[in-house]
């Protein structure tokens, strides 16, 4: 009797993803190496000293991701780094924190910003592979850096526009009859330059118009928790917010269980109307 083919075994092991590590220092470097080299998804395939040998490296090995430091001696690598990407994703692996250097890292084509401290293990692992798919990963301080940025852009001014948000309502009362009115998505650049400065600053109410919601501070919020429920306010969805404040959907969910507790509420729409000041008695606060 013939035993049947078995379909699983040809299906093999994902091959590990293959790494340059480039720092200057060997410490941190030898360190790096020892880590990745004991897990069994990443292969460390070439070490560098500075940009010039990071690159080098690169084309010898043709890595999956690159690790670089931003400050070694000779070529550095934010000056390395527009070259490195047309080889292979480069995710920064750094002690260096300021605002600047992590934006211009990012425009220079990093495709995650890591500080040093700020991320464990198995953290660091998870970057890597998320990086070599194509999913960006940047620690609190790089994340940090890039809402900092948006919120740079002046807030707009004058009255408030007529026959704004109708066009999203328009969009609504078609109901698929006709073609439908396009709307900006709230995550588009221009959407959240505009808002994102409101949203930071409404805790302290809005300047010139009616107040923010009096008393908010009895609901208790953290500094996170008001952030994503002014963006639940706005009327973004998880995967939306979760994007916005560079954290996982998980992360996003966790916050919303914990808003809803301390607004005593069971939807987004009654913990909007609370937080709007738009509910019943929500000038009680979380009384």
Partial sequence: ??????????????????????????????????????????????????????????????PDVVLL????????GISALPYLVRIAPVVMLTYSRESEIVQEALRRGAGGYLVHGEFTADQLV??????????????PTAAGALLSQLRQDPRPSGPLPE???????????????????????PTSAENL?????????????????????????????SAREAEIMDLIASGMNNQQIAATCFISEKT??????????????????????????TAPGSGRGAG
């Fill in 252 to 277: 996003v969910k966790n916050h919303i269980n914990r808003i809803f507790a301390k607004l005593h509420s069971t939807s987004r729409s009654e913990a909007a109307a609370k937080w709007l000041g």
């Fill in 163 to 185: 026959g704004l948000g109708t066009a999203r309502a328009t969009d609504s009362a078609t109901n698929g009859l006709g073609p439908p009115h396009i709307s900006p998505s």
């Fill in 69 to 76: 430091d931003v400050r070694m001696p000779g070529v550095d």
């Fill in 1 to 62: 009797m013939t035993t049947p083919p078995n379909p699983f075994a040809s299906v093999l092991p994902p091959a590990p993803l293959r790494v340059v590590v480039a720092d200057d220092n060997p410490v941190v470097r030898a360190g790096l190496t020892a880590l990745l080299t004991g897990r069994e998804e990443i292969t460390v395939v070439a070490e560098a000293a500075d940009g010039r040998e990071a690159y080098e490296a690169a084309r010898t090995h043709r």
């Fill in 193 to 221: 330059s505009q808002l994102q400065p409101d949203m930071a600053r409404s805790s302290s109410g809005w300047r010139g118009g009616r107040p923010a919601a009096p008393d908010r501070a009895g609901y208790r919020l």
């Fill in 126 to 139: 998870s970057a890597i592979r998320d990086i070599g798919e194509g999913r960006p990963h940047f620690t």
